[in-house]
């Protein structure tokens, strides 16, 4: 199999801002984690609507929700780059705009939404049968000719879902109620291409020519267009926006009765735009809001305060993991260039603190993988078989394994091997993001009882960006493409390991930001999108694995939610939970098939 890799693919589908509750990462090469995408005020055009008056809701009929927008709404234009709630790219799926399939957190699983099936016809193509009941909130049949349109907006203009064209050669209607999707046979990455039917969201053609038509094809003049009544085929229209709050209103014409039994619960959906997160606890403390995505720190505390307030556990962690921040070793730096150097310092963090001080509890006790501690990416890895390799917190055995190396302390206490002093070592992460702040302010403070120096270092986002990416870092933290889709955990190994077509040092690198090298770990890596056996995936998912573990490039502190869905059900009762049967996942009630939540919540 050949594979290329291309400066940046898959870059361009999360470059725009984080906000985690001060944790913001970089996510090359990445999947579909969703983004509170901060929404910077533009100059006003011509194509700008007038303020509305403002339209009050029944509060038995709105589900409030907060976390999603985080300034006034600009545009509602797909195309623009940073639309707002709720199409902004990647995070509310499916409720105006929708997807071929919906990706469930809890499986990785893609389940029917505009597509009822798909099927690799031959080792290059991907046959997806439509839903025929599908239509757009116009009342037009959604067709094969839609699908077409959509992907080959990324082939002509330069948007959010280009990136896929890296490993596509062709999309081909097949009638009316099929499509086929091509592999470019350069590059037949069939992951990525599984990727992208859960995530591009479509958009109707005869409404989206139009646009092109008037604006001549010009996506400068296209991206100004405000299009503030979206026509999608989702359960939701656009009902009312201003500077305070978004509110979409329930298509009771929605083709999806059918496929969900249904309609969903809500009539109207209120996205609040608080200023702050303090502002948008307090809103949903008091149950001003329903279902919240920022990070709420000691979440217990509000039902212990009587609130009726919970999270999809019930206990710690509280939240499925959804991704691992990391720190990255400059590998060739002297001393830090040595592997034994590198598990004694992973043994020496203090996982458990990290998890209390930085995340709030929400981690997970560290289990080292490139997997998640998750149903969708653990049973990818035969667990007893790496077990042996993994750590823990051990400071004794640290030292041990120090010394057994020969590195010994000097008289600061501080050990040198070969000629090289351990420390001091510059580990950073932008200012600022103050779970990641205090996470490294722990990692200094653990090397210190193994005789190694490490100081914390927290530059501007800018500087940080520039220094993991052209190498200039002794250890720099980082999240690995996190995230829940098809291409996991494929896409976390290829970000963390994946040598080919990295720049190097001193110039700039989207991925394997230390520049580690293993041609075993290279070839599995190509190899892993072609192959459908699953006996012989988890074989090379557990070598790769094996690996990674005796080569330590990468050290995960932490486990994060890929969102923050907590809810209060003093109006709207009824959200999934972890046992409850349903298998409905907490994204959040409105991405992917966290949709699903809709339709059997109640007041």
Known sequence: MRFKRAATPLVALFMSVTLFAGCQSVQPPSVSEPQGTVDTPTTTTQNEPAPQTNKETPRNETLYINGLQWGPPTNFNLLSGNPAFPVNYGNSRELVYETLFMVNQLDGGLEPLLGNSYEWTDETTLRIELNADAKWSDGTAFTA?????????????????????????????????????????????????????????????????????KNNNDLTAIRKEVNDNPVGTGAYKLHFYNDQKITIVRDDNYWGQKLFGKLPAPKYITHVIYK??????????????????????????????????KTYLKDAPYYLPGSMPSIFFNLSKAGLDNADVRRAIAMSINYEKISELAMSGYSAPMQPSLTLNSDAESKYIDQDAIKSLQWTMDIEGANALLDKIGATKGKDGIRVLNGTRLGPFEVECPYGWSDWNAALEIVAQSAKAIGIEIRTKFPESPVWTNDLQTGKFDIIMNTPAGGVSPSQPWNRAMTIMYSKGVAPMGEMAFWNWGRYQNDRADAIIEEIPSVSDEAKLKSLYTELNTIWLKDIPSIPLMYRPWVFDTVNESVWKGFPTEGDGTNIPPQISMDGAGIKALYQIHN
């Open 145 to 213: 000719d839609d699908v077409v349109y959509t992907y080959e907006l990324g082939k002509k203009y330069d948007i959010n879902w280009s990136s896929f064209w890296t490993y596509i050669s062709e999309v081909k209607a097949d009638g009316a109620q099929a499509v086929e999707i091509k592999l470019n046979p350069d590059n037949p990455n069939k992951l990525t291409v599984l990727d992208s039917i859960e995530l591009i969201p479509m958009l109707p053609k005869h409404i989206w020519e139009e646009i092109e038509k």
């Open 276 to 309: 702050d997160n303090a502002a948008g606890d307090l809103a949903f403390k008091s149950g001003q809001v329903d279902v919240s995505q920022q990070f709420i720190p000691q979440v217990w505390k509000m039902w212990e305060g009587g609130a009726a307030v």
